[in-house]
């Protein structure tokens, strides 16, 4: 065999391996990390904890996707939730793929009140075009909040298939949470995702949880 031809067999391999570890490559489709920093989103101005704020759901500052808190699809409705301006994570857990690294006013979406058990905050986002999702996000429990995390998914809004859980027993610390894969969302022009949370006791602050830094991922199948 010629050395240029050689050498050209050599280039084409390369060229295909490339393109294999593209496509298998994992992109952030919808992400949440609650800031207004030019380096993260822009939920609302984190300049104080906003207990009963009206805002009721929130566009993805990363990709495309809403989260809803307000009744929309089968989602709450929460009477307490809040955005708290010194209690997120910022370059903690699950951060990166340009979420902000702001630590001076991180901010992170608070939800309370042992009379939101078994509400749900639903998202809803799109598959088209890829396949093999993938979930994780961080989350601090309260001394009596909600420290149980139930995880379903649907194509309509309808039929909801459960498909994994989590008990957290660890307070007052942020833990990442990672949410098996999921097949059933391939190529799926409207998808549905929702947390369920039970085990708040009580009714005042320490009944929040907290969630920050939230990643929805999939893979093309372009």
Known sequence: MKKSNYFKSILVALS?????????AQKLIAGWDFQTSTTG???????????????????????SGTLYLDGTYGSGPYKVWSITSNNGVGDWPNA??????????????????????????VF????????????????????NGFNSQTWAFSKDCKIWVDCSSTTIDERNVFKLVKVPAISTLDNVSEAFFKITLNGATTEDGTSQVR???????ATSIK
């Open 16 to 24: 295909v391996a490339i393109s294999f570890t593209n496509i298998s």
């Open 41 to 63: 989103g822009t939920a609302i101005v984190p300049t104080k904890d906003m207990t009963n704020f009206t805002q009721n759901l929130f566009v993805a500052n990363f990709g």
């Open 96 to 121: 990166g793929d340009g979420f902000s690294e702001e630590q001076k006013n991180p901010a992170a979406l608070a939800i309370g009140k042992s009379v939101n058990n078994g509400k749900s905050i």
């Open 124 to 143: 809803k986002f799109s598959m088209k075009d890829f396949k093999n999702l993938a979930i994780s996000y961080a989350t601090l429990v309260a001394p």
């Open 211 to 217: 969630f920050d830094n939230i990643k929805f991922k």
